[in-house]
């Protein structure tokens, strides 16, 4: 198991579908983060978090710089921020260490999230 992706190591589709609820639930229970996720329809909104955590995972859904600038440009002009990155990459965090992902497998998520930032905010 040694040269398993990141994505196999946290367990691929079935990790995902037990962290989406989890991480959906913290997004728009916190008023910091909530407001950029109204207007969404829930299921297009459950396969964006999907679609976020596989990307986070490493998996196989894989974005270009490009998508990801022009998937969040809509939201710069709601205010969207580095301290908006700073909440996603907390709950993504947390919802992982409540599933029992261990502590250096989360830190990894947190740095592909992190390498999204200057896309997410188009810098
Ligand atoms: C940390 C880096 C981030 C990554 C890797 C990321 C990833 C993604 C992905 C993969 C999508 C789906 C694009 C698609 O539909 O194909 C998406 C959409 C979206 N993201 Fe992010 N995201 C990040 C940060 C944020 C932040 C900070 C916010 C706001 C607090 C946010 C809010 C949204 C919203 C509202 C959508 C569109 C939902 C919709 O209209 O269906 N994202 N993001």
Redesign the pocket.
């Known amino acids: 198991m040694a040269d398993a992706t990141l994505y196999e190591q946290l367990g691929g589709k079935a990790a995902i579908d037990a962290a989406v609820d989890k991480f959906y639930e913290k997004?728009l229970a916190d008023d910091r983060?909530s407001s950029?996720?109204s207007g969404?329809d829930m299921d297009?909104?459950r396969?964006?978090q999907r679609?976020?955590l596989?990307?986070?995972f490493g998996g196989p859904?894989s974005?270009t710089g490009k998508?990801?600038r022009e998937?969040?440009a809509?939201?710069l002009g709601k205010g969207?921020n580095d301290s908006?990155?700073d909440?996603?990459?907390e709950h993504?965090g947390n919802t992982l260490l409540e599933l029992g992902v261990a502590e250096e497998l989360v830190k990894q998520v947190a740095a592909?999230?992190?390498g999204?930032?200057d896309d997410?905010l188009s810098r």
Do not use: P, S, T
């Open positions: 997004m983060v950029f996720f969404v297009g909104q396969n964006k679609k976020f596989a990307y986070a859904v974005y998508d990801m998937g969040h809509h939201l969207l908006h990155v909440v996603v990459i993504l592909i999230a992190e999204a930032r997410v």
